[in-house]
């Protein structure tokens, strides 16, 4: 692998990144991956989800008296209700702040490591700058398809959200290339499709 932007006698951490400010392609071409942005149309769940809108209710009911201004006040407030109620319909396993490390230039922990029996998803969590929160992202999906080499998932995705904005990225293990989402999912008011596509993703071999 030969490095141009980062220095080869450094070690970096996945949240370096995002506090370097570096592109996400330009990121993605240093570890020989391509890049590109285009709409996903990831699948979605179609079944029925019999608590979405009561969640959705007691997010409107309390955001008007919740300051967030940290991401710590994101995570439990907005982040958190969701992955309770994926949890709730697929039985995921969900670890925080689960820490790998493949090599020194891909190491850190993600905020969410979200596992079933045959696939990964990945959540990333900021604060605000989602565009350098996905480039933080991408090092932590190529650090993913590097570290699980016996996993069968053709694609990774993962997700970074501001908790009141959801983003995706896919990553094609067999061509090494990298999607940006264009879609957004924002929160309370498309919880329902958000979860269906979190649901779809953990449970639906990709």
Do not use: C
């Not at 969701?82 to 993600?110: A, C, H, M």
Request: charged letters at 25%.
């Amino acid at each position: 692998m030969t490095i141009k932007i980062l220095n080869p006698d450094e070690s970096y951490t996945f949240s370096k990144y995002f506090e370097l400010k570096i592109e996400a392609k330009d990121l993605a071409k240093e570890f020989d991956y391509t890049f590109e942005r285009k709409r996903l149309n990831l699948p979605k769940y179609t079944g029925e989800l019999d608590r979405t809108q009561d969640t959705q209710n007691r997010l409107e009911g309390v955001l008007p008296y919740i300051s967030l201004s940290n991401e710590t006040a994101r995570r439990e407030w907005l982040v958190s209700p969701v992955l309770v109620d994926l949890i709730y319909y697929t039985k995921v396993e969900v670890r925080i702040e689960y820490p790998i490390k493949v090599s020194k230039y891909l190491q850190g922990n993600f905020d969410y490591f979200l596992e079933s029996p045959h696939q990964i998803l990945i959540v990333e969590a900021k604060k605000s700058d989602l565009d350098f929160g996905l480039t933080q992202l991408v090092s932590q999906l190529i650090a993913l398809d590097q570290w699980q080499e016996d996993q069968k998932q053709t694609y990774f995705i993962g997700a970074v959200t501001t908790g009141t904005v959801w983003e995706f990225a896919r990553l094609n293990r067999q061509s090494k290339h990298i999607e940006q989402g264009l879609e957004n999912y924002l929160i309370p008011n498309d919880l329902d499709g958000l979860l269906r596509v979190l649901i779809e993703a953990v449970t639906t071999v990709m």
